[in-house]
């Protein structure tokens, strides 16, 4: 076991953080959270400062347009970003994680052509139809129909927990083009125009009364069969792909977001002076030991991945207790403020240093619960680390 | 970067794994459950042989001369293995309490300790000494001393006290040592002590600071077996035991009662892995926090993981044969041994 990084990494480190440290502080203030249209103006603009450095999905293969960085360059690449204040990936979360590794792996030479470089360069957004009112945990129940017509499938149904499809050009869309019955092996996966009549986006209001996704009514929408990826009916093997990658490296920033949350915690409760309570220290002291082992976790991830050249099931091992230690931490947050955390307007701010107000507090409480429902539950989470890893047998 | 065990700690893991298998296999463990004879000579001896007491020991003195790393690996087969007796006190005492015998009291240049009086160690890397330690338990309120538990006092040779203030050495057989009759774990032989003496100081505040240190990764280490050690014997019941005409381990209650022991195992494992090699490749990490953190993590995994382990197996988890408790009522006594979790939260919240 070695944690020290080599000397070519630590000189992708040095480089990289050197470029951070000069273009960070030249971006312009964050769009707000609710305006979708400025929220792709500044993240796309982001990947196009990323693209132009060299540093766009550093580890997609060269012929993708990336430039194969090693699981350790990616860790630290995400490492330095966190580190720098650099912008999130934002609406090039699809693109990037999701939908161009798919591309990357499965598409066909002139689909890596067509698809690949936009999104690197930022210049076109993917969002995802995967999930349906009926098939949430049970995705391969799903029943949004596609039907082959000549050189196009017509697509009708409906999606949901679509995340800014209305500023999205694509969506990776799983549609069922087997029999009703036929589950995983019924499926197709396409790349839908989102500018195509027939579709219909209605946001969905969340319990932090913001839209953050919503629902997507498909009514016989043209999709160019030369927009599917790997073959009919092999869409659910193709969405496997994706979805490892989900659990694989995705979340590693997060880890490293909560570390520099729980060390604001820490200097809000100076400030109110709750850290004379050694309930409150000790309280720290356990999230922060866990979110140290979630670290080390996400590092003993990168290395299988190094040798075995896939993400592993390790993934859903640190996926699920990223979730659960979030929404502790939001929770410790609220009790930390007490009679403050009961508004959402801002009552006493931050104060600059590190402190932190009542509204990001609150905030951070309310979006702790969908990290155990978004990107595969807990409970399914759970059934996988059972099944996968244990070889329990499916019930 | 590479943060997967390398071959040669694979190995060292095999290898401790299969002596544990053939010379100390549970049913033999179990046959000494509540005597004298659970720490014998002969076996310890066979611990040694296999490195365990020496893997830290610097080449120049008889040891081989590894690390943290290395020592971490073997540990958790040990707990695992449940093997009984003051391991960690007589492999910390072999590469912590190994020295010149003159100079100061308190500087550990090279992170042992100076002035350790003549023969303490000798014969321990060999395992013909036994060592076994002790925290120094509070003053009560009316200055009353509070009786300390030693364990193994039988087999010691050598019994080092630790305080804040340092670490100080005393010969077992001074002591006035009552027998614990029913001690929690069957396989720990206690000793009630009364009044512990001051006994002879060797070692200062840093010395001390260290043993708790390398203490809480390696006790974290035997967690961290007993932990994989209920998730591995939870699995195996949930595979063959059937109700409802189906193997229980299909229900998902029982499903995610296992899926919550493996990420609370494996969450742990990877934390007293990154403090060994933390404290092993100074640099990477702060040492301090990161073994607080790890002991504190091990200590809960162990501790829920044996306590579901007994769920799991329903009304045979409550019986005495079912060794289901073994691994629970150890965890306690490692718990105790790295010190009170909330004092190791608080140490992690001081240094983050």
């Not at chain 1, 090693?70 to 912008?87: C, D, G």
Request: net charge negative; hydrophobic share 45%.
């Amino acid at each position: 076991m070695d944690l020290r990084y080599s000397e070519t990494e630590e000189s992708f480190r040095l480089e990289l953080r050197k470029w951070l440290v000069e273009v960070v502080p030249t971006l312009g203030p964050k769009a707000s959270s609710l305006d979708w249209p400025a929220r792709r103006v500044y993240d796309t603009t982001w990947q196009r400062m990323l693209f132009d450095a060299g540093y766009a999905g550093i580890d997609w293969p060269v012929e993708g347009g990336g430039r194969a960085a090693s699981p350790v360059e990616q860790l630290i690449y995400l490492e330095e970003l966190e580190r720098a204040h650099a912008p999130y990936v934002g609406v090039n979360f699809v693109g990037l994680l999701h939908a161009g590794p798919t591309i990357v792996v499965e598409g066909t030479p002139e689909q890596r052509a067509r698809f690949l470089p936009p999104i690197l360069r930022g210049d076109e957004v993917w969002c995802q139809g995967f999930s349906e009112p009926g098939a949430g945990s049970d995705l391969a129940s799903l029943r949004t129909k596609a039907v082959r017509d000549g050189d196009e499938y017509v697509v009708t149904g409906q999606k949901i927990w679509t995340s800014h499809a209305e500023v999205a050009d694509y969506c990776e869309l799983l549609v069922r083009t087997g029999d009703e019955g036929s589950r995983h092996r019924g499926i197709t996966w396409l790349a839908m125009p989102m500018d195509q009549p027939g579709i219909d986006f209605r946001p969905l209001k969340t319990i932090a009364g913001s839209t953050e996704f919503g629902e997507l009514f498909l009514d016989g929408v043209r999709v160019p069969v030369a927009n599917r990826m790997g073959e009919e009916n092999d869409g659910w093997r193709v969405t496997m792909v994706t979805l490892s990658f989900e659990r694989g490296t995705a979340f590693v920033s997060e880890v490293l977001q909560s570390m520099e949350f729980l060390r604001d915690l820490r200097t809000t409760a100076e400030r109110t002076g709750a850290w004379a309570d050694g309930d409150v220290r000790r309280r720290l002291g356990h999230l922060a030991a866990e979110l140290d082992a979630l670290w080390a976790l996400a590092r003993r991830n990168v290395s299988q991945a190094a040798r075995t050249g896939v993400p592993g099931v390790g993934g859903s091992v640190y996926k699920l207790g990223l979730s659960e230690i979030r929404q502790r931490i939001g929770e410790f947050g609220m009790d930390l403020i007490g009679g403050a955390g009961l508004s959402w307007d801002d009552l006493q701010g931050g104060d600059g240093r590190g402190s932190i107000g009542n509204t990001e507090l609150v905030n951070t409480w309310v979006h702790g619960f969908s990290r155990t429902i978004a990107a595969g539950t807990s409970q399914i989470q759970r059934n996988i680390i059972a099944e996968r890893i244990l070889g329990l047998p499916k019930g | 970067m590479d943060f997967e065990l390398s071959d040669d700690e694979a190995a060292l893991a095999d290898g401790i794994r299969s002596l544990c298998a053939g010379r100390f296999p549970l049913d033999r463990l179990r046959a000494a459950e509540g005597g004298d004879g659970l720490v014998d000579l002969e076996g310890w001896s066979e611990l040694a042989e296999a490195g365990v007491f020496s893997l830290q020991l610097p080449e120049a003195s008889g040891g081989i001369g590894l690390g943290m790393a290395a020592s971490a690996v073997v540990f958790e087969e040990l707990g695992r293995a449940l093997i009984p007796g003051p391991l960690l006190a007589s492999h910390l005492a072999a590469y912590l309490l190994a020295g010149p015998t003159d100079g100061p009291t308190d500087g550990p240049t090279d992170g042992r300790v100076e002035g350790v009086p003549d023969g303490l160690v000798d014969g321990v890397a060999e395992g013909k000494v036994v060592v076994g330690a002790v925290r120094r338990p509070p003053t009560s309120g009316t200055g009353a001393f509070v009786p300390a538990l030693v364990e193994s006092w039988s087999s010691l040779g050598v019994l080092v006290v630790v305080d804040d203030e340092g670490m100080a050495v005393v010969d077992p057989a001074e002591l006035d040592a009552v027998r614990i009759a029913r001690p929690l774990d069957p396989l720990t032989a206690l000793w009630r002590v009364d009044r512990l003496p001051e006994g002879r100081r060797i070692a200062g505040a840093a010395a001390a600071h260290r043993w708790r240190r390398d203490q809480a990764v390696l006790g974290g280490a035997l967690l961290v077996g007993l932990a994989a050690g209920t998730l591995e014997m939870a699995v195996a019941y949930a595979k063959q035991r059937e109700q409802f005409g189906k193997p229980i381990g299909s229900f998902q209650a029982v499903k995610h009662m296992c899926a919550d022991m493996l990420v609370a195992a494996e969450t742990a494992r990877a934390a007293v892995h990154a403090a060994a090699v933390t404290i092993d490749q100074p640099g990477v990490g702060d040492a301090d926090r990161a073994a607080a953190g790890a002991g504190l993590l091990a200590s809960e995994a162990a501790i829920k993981n044996g306590r579901t382990c007994i769920q799991v197996h329903g009304g045979m988890g409550f019986t005495w044969d079912v060794p289901a408790h073994l691994y629970l009522m150890r965890a306690r006594v490692l718990s105790e041994a790295i010190g009170p979790v909330a004092g190791l939260a608080e140490l992690v919240a001081e240094l983050f």
